[in-house]
């Protein structure tokens, strides 16, 4: 079935009751509502006095939560062979009538609407709180992680991190890209981890009776002085004799098991829409995509059940950073990874027939002889080609609208932003953080230029002196403009949903006609997108509560309807 | 946005009071978590007083190689078909210095070993090392097809070994990647006939004389020295680096005065990866030199040979014998996906009486293609056909191809 004819079928039964078939999907969505709601629900206004909705509701308390346990080599054969879910053209479920995301436990706005400062984006979710260095930190816990030691400490005030250290090798590569990767994520909106990258002597570390050490096979035994000699002699001190390792603050509340890119937790009862439908989880490929997270998809995350005001929720954080960037943690990153999944049936059969003579481009990928930076470049970074290693349907469901959203998070970060994150990677080679950061502009970049464009890059919609003002993307970001813009204005029954053309009414000053709701039809040139941008009188008061943005190809639709 | 409210709403069941509309959209979104709340059962927390995890177990932990009772799964000699067996395993005893293991496994053949290892790997400060393996081996279906390297495919014979043995290795690691040390053991060996069915014994072939040792049991004490240099990326299936090793060892029966050897085997791997380490080609050469005094002699079960899954692919297992082998291999390996790659390669070897006669002329000849499967970077399986002026041979293995240190 046809994208087009999917719209019809879903939003068939408001197109109907809609006067213009250019209604927007909200409203479309909301009158599909109708066939399956009693009366009275259907019966909802277009708009709630309380829209444009920026923060949910306090959480329902959860009761109970019992931690879900992953097995990440199993998971790792089934999404290996999972086939890329076909795109429905839903449109995300949890946006509000800006189409922005309302904050909740999986999300806050913070860099994009509030424009957090240099140093408060550099800071990331708490960098006033490192492990103190004063007294030694008491080791809680300590393992092997992979082939290096990662350490639960306590420092002095009672604060518990984990402490995670670079392979020899690689020096400095994920332990950069955590606490990079970890900043970036907090300013885009998401819960992170306090990451902090600590330099510390072997004598920083006490041994504490009660301390743990934990066995490959996930038990438990006392842990002895010799463990930790053992420990640390995986890794490598600088000629200083310091070492070096990311500390991650534990997460507050207990924690109950990661989440699922898609379906709902049953035991939330706050979680009430599918997390493929979430929009800052279909935003999270763009994202990923920018900064090089391919593991994305597994297990990179977790759930606390925290309080809130005296009520216990649950909280969705983004963890385990290592892997962004060029670091694939152990090593550099894959070649492959962010072209391709880990399988492609496709792709197998033509390596094997050219018998590796002709590799895909990303095999010619150049990159710098930095261990510290690991496999990362922009020139072959394609955004819209761009995959985690496996597929994952929350991404493939992402429409215009949802890669429109993203990329305006990431049109938002400035290139002094971008350059002072990447300082918190603590970098001994300056090369190495101008290298990242001057990708990650790039990158940046080919994402502006990639999805702003597909819908009308108008954004920051409001009425002042009773004129429709906006800020034109384009403009901002050196695109090229997608005006001369045109306005069409409609008065909007907010009850009904049905609109009505007013005569004359085509600049950007509100019509002076007596209705509590407006609509402007904002349209570029004839082949670009165009927005519905719905205005709500109270008073002497005019405010934009809520918008709709269009694809060029609906504006065919419409000409068809 | 309003379609938020799609995504909630479910229409009450027949016969269910229904609410006034909402007035807000906040209103909305409670009724709809409150309404999920409903359904979601009432879960009570677990006994606080419950005993602490001591790991959980799943089946995959037996062959997980973690601590405690486990199965083990592999070969119990060259040649001797696959077995499978019990395994218990502990680590970090004698306050973390130790790790020892011990192992039964039988295979359908009726080949069946028993093993016992202890390891300090991280000795003096880390820098040192200490392992060793006593075992005892029952290998039934030993082939042989005669010395030299022109033996003849029709003398397919086979026979039988039990072998007892204990092999010690101290080692030193002054550089990073280098390991330098000292070997020393026993080995016990007790051939007889061998159970092949419709395959010849090696005594109804051979002239006894030709097979030193097939009617003895022996006794060899073995000491020696051995360094290597070990810079591949990832020694379960390398695409950069190198291994480079030298093994040089003296025999001595225990005291028949009849046999005594001294053996020196070298060993060259070079990964050279292009387009990025997505394809590699892989060179390996790998010589075994023997000097027997003149008044001793080499059984003919400690021959050098070739022929098999690892040398000299296109030609039967153990078919060429001889006091010196030497065997250089090529592949070509290139990236289907991340978990499997292709792979073409070339072999081509002989084996000789003397050490003089170790070089590169009249080598014998195999080529092939095949497939490797990777978990984690890591080759645990191999399929491959290879061809040679005897036939195709097609193997099936679960290990990469070339030996790691020994």
Known sequence: MSREAQYRRTFAPARQAASRPWCAYSLVALGALSAVLPAEESASPAFFPDDPLWAEPAPEPVGYVAATTAEKTKAVLKETFRSPAKSTGTQAANVNTLDEVPDSPWFTNRHRQGRMSVEAIAAGPGSENPPSQESPWQIVEAKVEGVTPGFTIEDEYGRLYVLKFDVPAYPEMASAAEAIGARFFHALGYYVPETHIVRFRRDQFALREGSNFELRDGGFRPMRPRDLQELLATVKPGPDGHFRAVASRVLPGRPVGPFRLEGTRPDDPNDIVPHEDRREIRALRLFAAWLGHTEIALFNSLDTVVESGGIPHIRHHLIDFGATLGSGTTEPKDPHEGFEYEFEGAQVLRNLVTLGIRPPAWARARYPEMKSVGRFEATLFDPKAWKPRFPVAAFDHATERDNFWAAKQVAGFSSDEIHAIVRQGKYSDPEAAQWLARCLILRRDKIVRAYLPALLALDDFAVRDDELRFADLNEVHGLDTQGPYHVQWYRFDNATRQQQVVERATGFALPAIDAPFLAARVSGRADTANTIVYVRRTGSTAEVCGLDRYPPRELADRSAD | ?406
């Open chain 2, 1 to 406: 946005m309003l379609a938020l409210a799609c995504a909630l709403m479910i229409p009450p069941a027949d016969g269910q009071e229904t609410n006034p509309p909402p007035q807000s959209r906040a209103e909305t979104i409670r009724r709809q978590r409150q309404q999920r709340a409903a359904n979601i059962p009432a879960k009570p927390p677990p006994d606080a007083n419950a005993p602490p995890r001591s790991g959980k177990f799943s089946p995959a932990d037996l062959i997980s190689g973690g601590d405690g009772w486990g199965v083990v799964i592999g070969r119990v000699a060259p040649g001797q078909g696959y077995a499978l067996g019990p395994v218990y395993r502990q680590r970090g005893v004698w306050n973390g210095r130790l790790n020892w293991q011990a192992s039964a496994r039988a295979s359908a053949t009726k080949a069946w070993s028993v093993r016992a290892g202890v390891e300090a790997p991280t000795l003096f400060r880390t820098r040192a090392f200490f392992e060793t393996d006593a075992f005892h081996l029952h290998g039934p279906r030993y082939e042989y097809y005669g010395r030299g390297p022109d033996s003849p495919l029709e003398d397919y014979s086979n026979y039988r070994q039990e072998q007892n043995g204990l092999e010690s290795r101290l080692g030193y690691r002054p550089a990073r990647h280098l390991r330098v040390g000292v070997v020393g053991g026993f080995l016990r060996v007790n051939p007889g006939p061998g159970s092949r069915s419709g395959v010849a014994q090696v005594t109804d072939i051979f002239d006894r004389a030709d097979l030193a040792g097939v009617d003895d049991t022996t006794h060899f004490w073995r000491a020696g020295l051995f360094a290597s240099y070990d810079s591949r990326d990832n020694p379960g299936g390398p695409r950069g680096g190198g291994l480079y090793q030298i093994r040089w060892e003296k025999f001595a029966d225990g005291g028949q005065n009849r046999f005594g050897f001294q053996r020196l085997r070298f060993e060259a791997q070079k990964f050279a990866p292009i387009f990025n380490k997505t394809n590699v080609v892989a060179l390996r050469l790998h010589s075994t030199m023997t000097w027997v005094p003149e008044n001793r002699e080499l059984p003919f079960y400690l021959q050098a040979t070739l022929g098999g899954p690892r040398e000299l692919r296109g030609f039967p297992r153990f078919r060429f014998h001889d006091h010196n082998a030497i065997i250089a291999t090529a592949e070509y390996r290139w990236r289907l996906f991340s978990g499997m790659d292709a792979v073409a390669f070339f072999d081509a070897g002989k084996v000789t009486p003397r050490s003089a006669d170790i070089n590169f002329s009249d080598l014998e000849a195999s080529a092939g293609a095949g497939i490797r499967l990777r978990l984690q970077g890591n080759v645990f399986m191999r399929l491959e056909t290879a061809f040679s002026h005897e036939g195709t041979q097609v193997w099936l293995r679960f290990s990469d191809i070339f030996r790691g240190l020994w």
